[in-house]
């Protein structure tokens, strides 16, 4: 069995307004959770993208990293911890809504050439065999379906929701990853974690004095205590629990072939 884990954090982006403080710290703290406290990830198979080093090339650049030569029995952990959005989509017939749900990479200006869409996302993991154990968290604002508001200096909680970025309307991009032939609405195989509802903001946080993002400090705290014994799709109800419990307006997701299966092999 292969394991190889990428890790994306990112505090610092180009406009300061867009600033956050614990997406770095959620990264570490799933490394040490899986390499250290558990030993189930090899950290020389762990690759790590943080601010400047994050942006959209370098993370389709890993990210095929991540899938090469994956094969049944293999363990796969991609966790994104940055700014989160929605975009008018490409492909309005196969969204209710008209949008698609973006990462915001560290080089992201409301461009489609800079932002990452859901429909990207599916391209790339369509081709995961089966029998690979992928599991992908994603914390940031408008999670869901992927198949944080500006700086608040003094405040306890902001948001990893991007601003400031002309998004460029309904219109078909040469330069995007995209093949509009291979898009794929089958269900993910693997398991998409993700913090929030697609119409939710997902909370930047102060919790136990150091920055987290909420949804990755309850979750991992939740996998530590039963995610030996539980599915993910359980463990993500307690996450719930535990927002809910600590003030967090935000319903963190389950979805995916995996999601009925624990966190590890």
Not at 196 to 215: E, K, T, V, Y
Request: hydrophobic share 35%.
């Amino acid at each position: 069995m292969n394991t190889k884990a990428l890790l994306v954090g990112i505090n610092k982006y180009p406009d300061p307004r867009n600033s956050l403080r614990g997406c770095i710290n959620d990264i570490l703290d799933m490394e040490y959770f899986i390499s250290e406290k558990n030993k189930v990830y090899n950290k020389g198979q762990i690759n790590k993208l943080t601010d400047q080093h994050a942006t959209k090339k370098e993370i389709v650049n890993q990210l095929k990293w991540l899938l090469e030569g994956a094969q049944a029995g293999d363990q796969l952990l991609f966790h994104y911890s940055g700014h989160g959005a929605q975009a008018a989509s490409l492909h309005p017939h196969m969204e209710t809504d008209g949008l698609d749900e973006i990462i915001c990479p560290y080089d992201y200006d409301g461009s489609n050439e800079t932002m990452f869409r859901d429909k990207e996302f599916a391209s790339l993991f369509a081709g995961i065999p089966k029998g690979v154990h992928f599991v992908w968290i994603s914390d940031s604002c408008h999670a869901e379906d992927l198949s944080r508001d500006p700086k608040m200096e003094n405040e306890a909680v902001a948001f990893r929701n991007f601003i400031g970025a002309k998004v460029e309307r309904s219109q078909q991009h040469n330069h995007s990853i995209i093949n509009p032939l291979t898009i794929t609405t089958t269900p993910l195989n693997g398991a998409l974690l993700s913090a929030c509802a697609s119409d939710q903001l997902s909370a930047d946080a102060i919790i136990n004095n150091r920055f987290n993002g909420a949804f990755t400090h309850y979750l991992i705290q939740n996998l530590m205590e039963y995610g030996a014994t539980k599915p993910m799709e359980l463990i993500v109800q307690l996450v719930n629990k535990d927002l809910d419990t600590f003030g967090y307006d935000q319903d963190a997701q389950s979805e995916g072939l995996l999601a009925k299966q624990t966190f590890f092999l």
